[in-house]
């Protein structure tokens, strides 16, 4: 069974054949499905899923990318969309200095920051995006010594990894894992306990080996959950089980 604790089906891209998508999804071993927000919209929309879905929970939060103009009423949004049962996280936030179109890294920082405090008053799990942004979103996380996380897609070094599994946090693995260049990822895939990892399809995006091009669906996890399995000296039928409950224990769903 494969939880995909990381999937963005609000995406329009899945308008055409969404329900018919989810029932494939559900006969392919697929279980659970975490669909995060990345804006307020997208927030309104991974919600909506939730409540039509009986599998798909919902997290809220504003992207790095998107934090642009961020106002105190989108604060109060999240607040209030939080506050939904299937609502079991906050994000998808953190900091992304990849692009130099993105807003600036003090309002990023800033965004960030609030979205963290936001999830300790509510007693949520953050899901955090770092690209190219290691040490700040390290450092920002340290601040809150009594949150718990995961970074998604996580890009970091061993020793990164390290810090946070040692605290608790998670660490969520995507089709980047099965792509020839992944000789980095692989090392860190190795050296964290099994018990703190999570695997994410981060659909649309993120497609891996076989299937990298095509728009992404959570059933072709297998493929992520098969090197977990590599990494780790274990069956995939093993990784997809372990992280299954890993994930179903980080989101705190029964």
């Not at 309002?107 to 190219?132: C, M, S, T, W």
């Amino acid at each position: 069974m494969i939880f995909d604790t990381h999937a963005h089906y609000d995406d329009p891209i899945y308008d055409p054949d969404r329900a018919q998508l989810f029932r494939e999804l559900r006969a392919n071993g697929v279980g659970l499905i975490l669909n995060p927000g990345c804006d307020i919209p997208s927030s309104r929309r991974a919600v909506a899923l939730a409540e039509e879905y009986d599998f798909v929970y919902a997290a809220v939060g504003i992207h790095p990318e998107e934090c642009g103009g961020t106002t105190e009423a989108d604060y109060e949004t999240l607040r209030e969309l939080a506050k939904h049962p299937k609502v079991v996280a906050i994000g998808e936030i953190g900091l992304d200095y990849h692009w130099e179109d993105n807003p600036g890294r003090d309002e990023q920082q800033a965004v960030f920051r609030r979205q963290l405090q936001l999830a300790r008053e509510l007693n949520l799990p953050v899901i955090v995006h770092d690209r190219d942004a290691h040490a700040d979103s390290l450092a920002m996380v340290q601040d809150f010594p009594d949150l718990d996380g995961v970074f998604h897609c996580f890009s970091g070094s061993a020793e990164m990894a390290k810090i946070l599994w040692r605290r608790g946090w998670y660490l969520g693995f995507d089709g980047p894992v099965t792509y020839q260049n992944a000789r980095k990822a692989l090392e860190v895939l190795a050296s964290v306990p099994l018990d703190r990892i999570l695997i994410e399809s981060d659909a649309p995006y993120l497609t891996p080996v076989p299937h990298r091009g095509q728009r992404n669906r959570s059933d072709w996890l297998s493929a992520v959950a098969e090197t977990v399995a590599s990494c780790q000296g274990i069956s995939r039928e093993e990784a997809e089980d372990v992280t299954f409950r890993g994930g179903k224990r980080f989101y705190r769903i029964p």
